[in-house]
């Protein structure tokens, strides 16, 4: 049972291009998490998805940043006209079911590296 | 504000010491979940611990230890016996039922180093 694939594992963009990260979910997951982790700092929360449907997008910048978990596919994580400080780790995390007893379980991160 | 606290930016132990990791968590929820994540320098997410807020008991698992006390708002980890490869940085965070889909928040993270 393979866990959460991300990919690519690390991404290199120029200022102004757009970045798109994706992430297959563990089989049976319907639910999907989308992380930030700027440099020296914690995780935070960016988004929440269930199949076809953004959840809570409270985390998200406002401009330039979307999501979208398809009905088939992974979800994708897209950001347009990059800066520099869009450079970050992004990682997304799949559970089963929404419960406050239900672990996420963590891909191993896209880093994203704006020039 | 910040609803996950870990005061201890970085730490440096020599081998074989005990080191204690600090969490201060706030919430107004009775039922919650508290976690333990390791990030080595190859960047994952490892899980370590969950732990939910009706259930005080320490937990140890082999040189791991967490101490969880509700009336201080703290989940303590504490690493006996500390191996180089514990060299890492550890987050402390919170679920709570308030969160939407339950998802996490993250303290800052310590950064532990370990040296021979």
């Known amino acids: 049972n393979a866990g959460v694939m991300q990919n690519p594992r690390h991404l290199v963009r120029r200022r102004g291009q757009e970045a798109r990260l994706r992430c297959s979910p563990m089989k049976g997951h319907s639910h999907v998490y989308w992380y930030r982790q700027l440099p020296e700092e914690g995780l935070k929360f960016m988004v929440y998805l269930q199949k076809e449907n953004i959840i809570d997008e409270s985390g998200m910048p406002k401009e330039r940043f979307s999501a979208e978990f398809p009905k088939e596919g992974p979800s994708i994580l897209r950001i347009q006209q990059v800066v520099r400080g869009d450079s970050a780790a992004y990682f997304c995390?799949?559970?089963?079911?929404?419960?406050?007893?239900?672990?996420?379980?963590f891909g191993q991160g896209t880093r994203l590296t704006v020039v | 504000a910040q609803k996950v606290t870990q005061a201890q930016t970085e730490i440096s132990v020599v081998e074989k010491e005990d080191v204690t990791l600090d969490c201060v968590y706030e919430?107004?929820?009775?039922?919650?979940?508290l976690f333990w994540y390791k990030q080595p320098p190859s960047g994952e997410l490892v899980f370590l611990i969950r732990?939910?807020?009706?259930?005080?008991q320490n937990e140890i698992s082999g040189r791991y230890s967490w101490n969880f006390q509700k009336s201080t708002s703290s989940f303590n980890f504490t690493i006996t016996a500390s191996q180089v490869v514990d060299s890492a940085v550890y987050f402390c965070a919170l679920s709570e039922s308030s969160n939407s889909g339950y998802a996490l928040n993250f303290g800052k993270g310590t950064s532990l180093l370990v040296t021979p």
């Open positions: 919430t107004r929820d009775t039922t919650y979940y």
């Open positions: 995390a799949s559970s089963p079911r929404v419960t406050l007893n239900t672990e996420a379980f």
């Open positions: 732990r939910n807020s009706f259930d005080e």
